[in-house]
């Protein structure tokens, strides 16, 4: 099997075939992590710099177990340390670390396209670990993962998605996912936190979350960032509160044990009530270990990938 | 009948027949155009155009040459550079410079500069600030603005929110016979965010503008004029519903007078996919339904002229991630050619074309040439069939910050005179 993906951007440059890959992979290293050695030496000589130029504590420590454990060297750069506050540019700053020569950068930034920009102009891998409102692809792949491990597979399953849709690379990358392999994809939101022409996504909507919820096979609530409200995309975290929360009562209209996610970190009491987030349906937990073994498979694809497809 | 100096043979009028001409010129001023001989020319210039396309010198409404403040974007040099090998004999300069043109004496230092560079033309007319700073806060010295050179006042870039303040404004200087340009942009909706908000801001996870942002003012800005019976010309008109609002304010009388740009002629909100900085433009660029609806408009003359909004930034502060890139596209060295694209897809007749690339000029009181006798002798020469690649060598302006850069254009201007002299 060879990779012959150079970068991750967005989950819409997979096939099904790649997804399939990528899940495979990440079962194979499940194992690792639950070894009392969790360290293999496949990836030993490899660098990979994690430069996250916005705040993450989940998505920068699981890379970075990942790395570690397949034995690649991780440097951490964060913008407050680095040159970007000192007014460098991001492509020189990008420059400057592949002059370095890493394998790959994983890069988190808050301008949607960040990681593409470095993609078009660097020779190593880039991975997206989140770029603005626009892709979160290694969320979305453990998402995936996560699902599998309930069901087996994704397809002809409904998964609604609730909360703030139109600052969510989380949403946008999980709708073209799951949407890929044959899931139904529900949003519920008011409208102030819909993307624009949100009738051109492969998806239902549904503003009224007793209504939205109503037979969904799974629950994956979204981070209410406190700004909006400043923003006067909604008029108070109470009456937000009111209509969006995902509580124990609205919980029971979709079908029975059905999972929730999060991709965090959680605001309880605001999207998420906290006898939802601490109940056996809650998965938010289990994302964060899929986190690690589909972050390794990730690194171990692109880090061992040859640079010319095979002949024929 | 004074012996003529110059002498333009074998042309053909834009917007006319097969029918050739030849033109003739003294003291800077058109003497005539016929076919027959004029008696003693020996003396005279010659310039055989047989093949060519005869325009007025064109006339460029709205553009950025950064100068005071940015020259390492553009400098009013260069600027008229691009504006000469573009085919335009005037061009009106916006007053977002550093410090803003909202002084005679920065109106002076771009005249000075202009006359240094380019002595014989292309003639520079600066716009000035409609307030302070460009603030919106406190009108500008507009009285002194005007006896300085400035044929026009506006906010452009910055338009005022006050709507108290600038129906002042327009009240103001329409006594002093300054027309208001009008930026129009809703300061709250999604302002200068250079991609509309549709199916590719979304998909992109970019924050888009919506069209209504410029319509909503495009209506304030109509009913004002109509109210107080004062000019207002409103600026790169980029969406449908601002057409719709300009047609039914223009039936019922009300003085505005409008420009569009090749660029929301000819691209859609699609030339921003994969982050293309140098598709970030404010307005943003739209959507086909817009393009069609500016196409028609300008034809019927709802939308008057075609103006460059040449907006020049460096390389480098392209070369972002497209939030934090500039607003704004390099258009003097191509709008001529790629305003015959237009004509070339029979979107627009060549006299359509004409009337956009010259009408500017009767708008804002410029030197108009009709080609009667009299008028100043200011001349575009076209080869329309010349088949050239908008590289950034071939580009005068010191940005070559365009969606077009690398197109292959065909129709480019071979000569320019203005009053009379050769310029290119």
């Known amino acids: 099997m060879s990779w012959l993906h150079k970068d991750l951007l967005c989950v819409s440059q997979f096939s099904a075939d790649d997804v399939e890959t990528v899940m495979r992979t990440a079962d194979s290293f499940q194992e690792i992590n639950a070894r009392p050695v969790k360290k293999v030496p496949t990836l030993r000589g490899k660098s990979v710099v994690l430069f996250f130029a916005e705040p993450s504590t989940r998505t920068k420590t699981s890379f970075d177990i990942a790395g570690k454990r397949l034995s690649a060297d991780t440097f951490s750069l964060a913008k407050s340390s680095s040159s970007l506050v000192k007014g460098e540019s991001l492509k020189d700053t990008a420059l400057t670390l592949e002059a370095m020569n890493p394998d790959a950068i994983v890069i988190r930034h808050a301008s949607s396209g960040a990681a593409d920009f470095l993609a078009r102009r660097l020779k190593c891998s880039i991975i997206n670990a989140g770029d603005g409102w626009h892709a979160h692809p290694t969320q979305a792949l453990l998402d995936l993962f996560t699902l599998r491990r309930i069901w087996g597979d994704v397809a002809g399953k409904t998964l609604l998605i609730l909360g703030d849709i139109a600052h969510s690379r989380v949403a946008r990358s999980n709708v073209i996912l799951l949407g890929m392999l044959g899931a139904n994809v529900r949003l519920c939101a008011p409208k102030t936190l819909l993307p624009a022409r949100p009738e051109s996504w492969p998806v239902t909507i549904e503003p009224n979350l007793d209504a939205a919820i109503e037979g969904a096979d799974a629950v994956m609530c979204l981070r209410l960032q406190l700004e909006r409200q400043q923003a006067g995309l909604l008029p108070n975290l109470r009456e937000y509160s009111n209509r969006f929360c995902l509580t124990a009562a609205r919980l029971a209209k979709a079908k029975a044990n059905a999972p929730v996610l999060h991709p965090g970190p959680i605001n309880r009491g605001v999207e998420i009530a906290s006898e939802v987030a601490d109940s056996p349906e809650s998965r938010i937990l289990d994302q964060v270990s899929a986190g690690v073994h589909v972050r390794m498979a990730l690194l171990h694809l692109y880090l061992t990938r040859r640079d010319t497809p095979a002949a024929g | ?424």
Not at chain 2, 141 to 158: F, M, T, W
Not at chain 2, 220 to 232: F, M, S, T
Not at chain 2, 246 to 270: D, M, N, S
């Open chain 2, 1 to 424: 009948m004074a012996a003529p100096e110059l002498i333009i043979r074998g042309a053909r009028p834009a917007g006319s027949d097969a029918r050739t001409v030849d033109l003739y010129v003294a003291g800077g001023r058109v003497l005539s155009m016929e076919n027959h001989d004029p008696g003693r020319t020996h003396d005279a210039r010659v310039v055989e155009a047989g093949g060519l396309v005869l325009l007025p010198g064109l006339t460029d409404c709205h553009v950025h040459l950064r100068e005071p403040g940015q020259e390492w974007k553009e400098d009013i040099a260069s600027g008229l550079a691009a504006a000469a090998h573009g085919g335009f004999a005037n061009v009106m300069c916006m007053a977002n410079t550093k410090p803003a043109n909202d002084d005679a004496s920065v109106t002076s230092l771009m005249l000075d500069r202009a006359r240094d560079s380019w002595p014989n033309g292309p003639r520079l007319f600066p716009v000035g600030a409609l307030t302070v700073k460009l603030a919106g806060e406190a009108l500008a010295s507009l009285s002194e603005l005007k006896d300085a050179g400035c044929p026009a006042v506006s906010n452009d870039g910055r338009p005022v929110s006050n709507t108290e303040l600038f129906r002042r404004a327009v009240e103001y200087a329409s006594d002093l016979g300054l027309i208001v340009i009008d930026h129009c942009e809703d300061p709250f909706l999604a302002p200068g965010t250079g991609i509309n908000e549709g199916l590719i801001s979304s998909a992109l996870g970019l924050r888009g503008q919506p069209s209504v942002a410029e319509a909503i003012q495009v209506a304030r800005d109509c009913l004002l004029a109509a109210y107080l019976q004062a000019p207002i010309h409103l600026a790169h008109i980029s969406c449908r519903q601002s057409v719709e609002i300009i047609a039914r304010a223009k039936e019922q009388g009300a003085p505005v007078t409008a420009e569009t740009c090749p660029h929301y002629l000819l691209l859609t909100e699609e030339a921003a996919t994969g982050y293309n900085t140098q598709a970030k433009v404010s307005p943003p660029l739209r959507t086909s339904d817009d393009v069609a609806a500016l196409r028609q408009a300008l034809r019927t003359g709802v939308i008057d002229i075609i103006s460059t909004d040449h907006a020049p930034h460096a390389a480098h502060e392209k070369e972002t991630p497209f939030d934090e890139a500039p607003n704004g596209i390099s258009g003097l060295d191509s709008a001529l050619a790629l305003s015959l694209r237009l004509v070339a897809e029979g979107a627009l007749s060549e006299a359509d074309l004409v009337r956009a690339l010259t009408k500017g000029a009767e708008i804002f009181g410029l030197p108009v040439n009709r080609f009667t006798s009299g008028d100043p002798a200011d001349i575009t020469l076209l080869d329309p069939n010349l088949p050239w690649t908008l590289t950034e060598q071939e580009m005068r302006s010191k940005s070559k910050n365009t969606p077009f850069l690398n197109t292959k254009l065909t129709g480019r201007c071979v000569g320019l005179f203005v009053a009379g002299k050769k310029i290119v």
